[in-house]
């Protein structure tokens, strides 16, 4: 079993950053890649980016990959999601989800999730 636990959500202003973290723990090991989604009000939920643990290669819904940047430390078993330059309708419930199998945009790929963070972004 794998578990995923996120931090870092908040409030923050138009313009600002604001850096997630995703910690796995359990069967770790057996992550082949961590993916970023985020669910507004009234959406569905959206492929933010990606990475592979193994290698480090990374992907991202193309509107946001000048803005937001995906790491990991492959030390504390955690990836991070640096947002830069927030805008009000970033707003949403981020989620850190993990595939044993592939790098992929679609959440029905990802069997284990995180509970999820909040990130307001105000005017």
């Known amino acids: 079993q794998v578990q995923l636990v996120e931090s870092g959500g908040g409030l923050v202003q138009a313009g600002g950053s604001l850096r997630l973290s995703c910690a796995a723990s359990?069967?770790?090991?057996?992550?082949?890649?961590t993916g970023w989604f985020r669910q507004a009000p009234g959406k569905g939920r959206e492929f933010v980016g990606g990475i592979r643990w193994n290698i480090g290669r990374t992907a991202y819904a193309d509107s946001l990959k000048d803005r937001f940047t995906i790491s990991r430390d492959n030390t504390k078993n955690t990836v991070y999601l640096q947002m830069g330059s927030l805008k009000p309708e970033d707003t949403a419930v981020y989620y850190c989800a993990a595939s044993l199998a592939v790098l992929s945009r679609s959440s029905t790929d990802y069997h284990y999730w995180g509970q999820g963070t909040q990130v307001t972004v105000s005017s």
């Open positions: 359990g069967r770790a090991n057996s992550i082949y890649a």
